[in-house]
């Protein structure tokens, strides 16, 4: 049982490139979540999906992009990256009963 | 004001002794208290899951919420290397049928062997 697996692990932009990270659950999870986390600062929420096909915003949207075309699919796109954006990224995946989270991302944008 | 507010710590002490974490919030409407470890360059895992106001004990693990107090605490009994991690609180109120969390910074903990 994999849980949340999030691709890829590690990935370094230039400024301005662009890409996708995936997550994936198999747990049949309705809500799903991406977060940042930043030293100082904790998990900070950027987009939720609450089911197939609906999306939304969450704390610090800005600059990121999502979509939840598949239930256990939940993917976060960067169109024009930044050095702001250089962060650890989390999905994570609900029942309602607390979240599981995958391994994170480290993004590095140069 | 933050939401939540969490001792970032860092904290250390000896293996076996008693570690408390604690977290204060302001928001009524949490009604669900978590705590989660995160072990270095890992995602967070669940580690005590409340309702309601009062103790919860699952091993060497104690959680405490206090309701009135808008207050909640984590106990570490026999404290061991391995529980070396940095461990953040979580609430969780309902929004519109979405449980939405809110977390701590979290607090880095050291067991010294």
């Known amino acids: 049982n994999a849980g949340v697996t999030q691709t890829p692990k590690f990935r370094v932009l230039k400024t301005g490139q662009s890409m996708t990270l995936l997550c994936a659950q198999d747990m049949n999870h309705e809500y799903m979540y991406w977060y940042r986390q930043d030293p100082g600062m904790g998990l900070r929420l950027i987009h939720y999906?609450?089911?197939?096909?609906?999306?939304a915003k969450g704390e610090v949207p800005d600059g990121y992009n999502v979509s939840r075309l598949k239930k256990q699919n939940f993917l976060l796109g960067l169109e024009s990256a930044a050095p702001s954006q250089t962060s650890v990224y989390f999905c994570?995946?609900?029942?309602?009963?607390?979240?599981?989270f995958g391994s994170g991302t480290r993004l590095t944008v140069v | 004001q933050k939401e939540v507010e969490q001792d970032p710590g860092p904290l250390s002490v000896p293996e076996g002794a008693i570690v408390s974490l604690n977290c204060t919030y302001s928001n009524s409407a949490f009604q669900y208290f978590m705590w989660y470890r995160q072990y270095s360059r890992k995602g967070p895992e669940l580690l005590m899951y409340t309702y309601s106001s009062g103790n919860k004990e699952d091993g060497r693990f104690t959680a405490q919420v206090d309701k009135s107090s808008k207050y909640i605490s984590l106990f570490i009994r026999d404290s061991q290397p391995s529980d070396s991690a940095t461990y953040l609180c979580a609430m969780s109120g309902w929004d519109f049928g979405n449980e939405k969390l809110t977390f701590g910074t979290g607090t880095r903990l050291t067991i010294i062997p």
């Open positions: 999906s609450v089911g197939e096909g609906t999306t």
């Open positions: 994570a995946s609900s029942s309602g009963y607390g979240y599981t």
